[in-house]
């Protein structure tokens, strides 16, 4: 019997690989790739932090796909299931976006949002 497939605490699209992707290539030589976290901040409690990294810290969840590495911070895991990582380029302005089931609400700048634990029973078998 073949192992279970391990769950992935985020997703990225295929805009979002590309651009960490470009990222690794051009940062320092031994980044890896994206440390994903959040941390307290902003007008709606909570800010998304990322940050090129040469390897995991202990306890980060490591999600590879589409050819690249997210090293998710232990701390955020419950705030980032089931989250999509996207990548957009608008008339007036590029960046990460995050499609997260667990935000409760946002900021009007879109530079900060409000979380909620993820509901675990959504994610049982």
Same mark, same amino acid.
């Given at each position: 019997?073949?192992?279970?497939?391990?769950?992935?605490?985020?997703?990225?699209? #295929?805009?979002?690989?590309?651009?960490?992707?470009?990222?690794?290539?051009?940062? #320092?030589?031994?980044?890896?790739?994206?440390?994903?976290?959040?941390?307290?901040?902003?007008?709606?409690?909570?800010?998304?932090?990322?940050?090129?990294? #040469?390897?995991?810290?202990?306890?980060?969840?490591?999600?590879?796909?589409?050819?690249?590495?997210?090293?998710?911070?232990?701390?955020?895991?419950? *705030?980032?299931?089931?989250?999509?990582?996207?990548?957009?380029?608008?008339? *007036?302005?590029?960046? *990460?976006?995050?499609?997260?089931?667990?935000?409760?609400?946002?900021?009007?700048?879109?530079?900060?949002?409000?979380?909620?634990?993820?509901?675990?029973?959504?994610?049982?078998?």
């Amino acid at each position: 019997m073949a192992p279970a497939a391990k769950f992935k605490v985020m997703t990225l699209t #295929d805009a979002a690989a590309n651009r960490v992707k470009e990222l690794v290539e051009n940062g #320092d030589k031994n980044a890896a790739g994206l440390r994903v976290g959040i941390k307290k901040g902003g007008c709606a409690g909570m800010e998304y932090t990322m940050d090129m990294v #040469d390897g995991a810290q202990a306890g980060d969840d490591v999600i590879e796909d589409k050819g690249v590495k997210l090293f998710v911070d232990p701390s955020a895991v419950l *705030f980032l299931l089931g989250t999509e990582m996207d990548f957009e380029v608008t008339k *007036f302005r590029s960046g *990460f976006v995050f499609k997260n089931p667990n935000e409760v609400s946002a900021c009007g700048c879109g530079e900060s949002v409000s979380l909620q634990e993820a509901d675990l029973s959504a994610f049982a078998r």
